[in-house]
Structures are given as C-alpha cells and as structure tokens.
C-alpha cells in the first residue's frame, strides 16, 4: 500500500475547514481538539467505568462473522464496568460498536458544544466505540453516506483511509460495504492479495483529544494500538441533494437488504462467492493498470 501522511494541524477556521477540506473532501486530524473542551476531563474510562456500572453492553472481536448468522451477532456480552477493567489490564481483541450516548449515558453530554465547522450533526446518534489493544474493525465505509468527525481518547489507535477509487484496489466484496476480512491491514500479504499495493491511501495515528474529520464514503480501518475509546458526530444527509439521497437509499435499502437475503439463504457459500468476486474485480483492475 502506498500510504501518506494525513494532513493534521492544531488550530483551524471554519472558513478554512470547508474552503480546504469540506467541500474537496480531503480528511483532516486536528491534534488535541477535544482539550479545548470544558468538560474533557470526563471523557476518559474512569468516568465511564462510574456512570455505566453495571450497564450490560454486546461485544464484539476480531473473529469472522458466523455465516449461519447476522453480521452484527455479537459474540458475547459484559458489564460495561467488567469490560473496561478488562481492556485495561489485559490484551484484548474484545470491542464495542455503537453505543449511543444519548441513550445509554447522556451525562457524558452535559456542557458539550458542538463542533462548528459548518457541519449540521446528526445530535440523536453520537456514538461512542471501544476496543482492547489488539481490537480491529475491519475496512468499510459507512452506509448512510455521511461526513463525519471522529474524537478518541485514552490509547493510541492506528486509522488506514482511502477514498471510492481505490475500492478497486483494497479487494471491496461486491454488494457490501466492507473488503475481504481476511485481509491483514497491519501485515498485508502482498503475494495474496497483490493489488493492494497499488492502493493510495492516507495512515494516521490518534492519541487521547484528537479529532478526524472523514468524508462520506471513504474507506476506514480502524486498529486499536492500546486500549481506547471514541465518539463519531455525523452530519446530518441531505435530503436536498437528489443524487446523495439515491445514494443512500441504494446503500441502505436495496444493497444491504440484497447481501442480507442471499446471506441467509446461501449462508457460507454466499459469503465465498463474494470472495471470489472481489478477488476477480481487483485482479482485472490490477491488470489493466499494469498494461
């Protein structure tokens, strides 16, 4: 893979944000935005661990789906205050997906103020994510099609990204959102899956108060180097614009609800086939570049 630095600063205006970066679409890492913060010292695990006691909460790792079942079955469940402790002091692939704040710790909000770079969040579905230090998710972008602003906290954690063009390039399953799981994004086997290193893409790491900026539809793979947390503000779709709104209907509805169909009927063979298709697109992409 043929990974950049991102573009990061400290201080930036919303002016420059969207002239530079919003409207071209080019991601950004704003080092220790979240310190700016009035309430920062609550987004840590002690807090967490205090207000969520008790809280039981799905988890995830870092083993392939089950073919006989959802993709977003998780494999077991903890006590939201068990798990930190247990990430904290140990190894662990164990990670949680999704967890609205509003819903489920609504504290952690209080006194907290938007970012305003000219970005209308999507307030009811801030989410938090966490992970153990060997926590991964695997490459995908995100169906609804959004910006977004991404914040981690506590250890470190290593983001991959790439832009739609590259999708020929990193292995994309046909009718998914995600590239094949057994891809190693850490160690790339670059013998069984050579088109991956014509993929351009950018390699950033966060530490505890920065914030990502992503634009919609680009590629994330997210790797947990130490144990953390992070919060995702989405901006609101724009309904406004035909072409974003047939989009992500085709995301949402019919692709997704297509892959969940043949999934359920086709089980391990579905997920194979899949496979072997993406292998077959990037392979014809990689020789036609070659040519």
Not at 117 to 139: D, E, R, S, Y
Not at 166 to 186: C, F, R
Not at 192 to 214: Q, R, T, W
Not at 256 to 267: L, M, P
Request: proline fraction near 4%; aromatic fraction near 16%.
């Amino acid at each position: 893979m043929i990974l950049k630095s991102i573009h990061q600063t400290e201080k930036i205006s919303k002016e420059d944000f969207i002239k530079n970066y919003k409207k071209k679409q080019i991601p950004l890492l704003i080092k220790g935005y979240a310190k700016e913060w009035q309430t920062f010292d609550q987004w840590n695990f002690d807090y967490i661990k205090e207000k969520a006691k008790g809280q039981v909460v799905p988890i995830y790792d870092n083993k392939p789906a089950d073919a006989n079942k959802s993709s977003d079955t998780p494999a077991t469940h903890m006590k939201m205050d068990e798990y930190i402790n247990e990430i904290q002091n140990q190894d662990s692939d164990k990670r949680i997906f999704f967890y609205i704040i509003k819903n489920k710790l609504p504290e952690l909000l209080d006194g907290f103020v938007y970012p305003d770079f000219g970005m209308k969040i999507f307030k009811q579905i801030q989410t938090l994510f966490f992970g153990g230090n060997q926590a991964k998710v695997l490459m995908h972008y995100d169906v609804d099609m959004s910006d977004f602003f991404h914040v981690h906290f506590e250890g470190k954690k290593r983001i991959l990204l790439f832009d739609q063009s590259q999708s020929k390039y990193i292995y994309k399953v046909p009718l998914s959102v995600h590239t094949i799981e057994s891809i190693d994004y850490d160690h790339p086997d670059y013998d069984k899956y050579p088109a991956l290193k014509k993929a351009e893409g950018y390699e950033v790491f966060m530490e505890h108060g920065d914030m990502l900026y992503i634009p919609k539809a680009w590629w994330h793979f997210n790797r947990y180097v130490e144990a953390g947390f992070s919060m995702s503000m989405r901006e609101m779709p724009n309904p406004l614009r035909f072409s974003n709104f047939i989009n992500m209907f085709y995301q949402v509805f019919i692709m997704r609800y297509t892959d969940k169909i043949c999934r359920k009927i086709g089980k391990e063979k579905w997920i194979k086939y899949k496979e072997d298709w993406a292998f077959r697109n990037s392979e014809k992409a990689l020789k036609k570049l070659n040519q």
